[in-house]
Nanobody, 124 residues
Framework: QVQLVESGGGLVQAGGSLRLSCAASGSIFSINAIGWYRQAPGKQRELVATINSGGSTNYADSVKGRFTISRDNAKNTVYLQMNSLKPEDTAVYYC??????????????????WGQGTQVTVSS
């Protein structure tokens, strides 16, 4: 069973920075990709950034050039460095993992697994 624990959210002014952390534990060998989604009140959850097992990254257009996703394999932790934050970045940020196995069942097309989320609020 994979566990994802997010941390690092908080309140910052526009133009400021935060770094989110997602610590993965358990069956981490089943993780095909890991990253971050976010959801603002009344809005659908949207992709922010992901990184796969080979190190390839993917970013939402709205965060390119401002956010950087990285990983520390020794710590089994993924980070999201968020710079030049804007009020529209305000959301609950969820750590996300694409799993090949969940509860012992193989998912050829992957299984979406989520952390509990951490609030990011950016004031103007």
């Amino acid at each position: 069973q994979v566990q994802l624990v997010e941390s690092g959210g908080g309140l910052v002014q526009a133009g400021g920075s935060l770094r989110l952390s997602c610590a993965a534990s358990g069956s981490i060998f089943s993780i095909n990709a890991i990253g971050w989604y976010r959801q603002a009140p009344g809005k659908q959850r949207e992709l922010v950034a992901t990184i796969n097992s080979g190190g390839s990254t993917n970013y939402a257009d709205s965060v390119k050039g401002r956010f950087t996703i990285s990983r520390d394999n020794a710590k089994n932790t993924v980070y999201l460095q968020m710079n030049s934050l804007k009020p529209e970045d305000t959301a609950v940020y969820y750590c996300y993992a694409d799993l090949s196995y969940y509860n012992g069942i193989y998912y050829r097309d992957g299984y979406d697994y989520w952390g509990q989320g951490t609030q990011v609020t950016v004031s103007s």
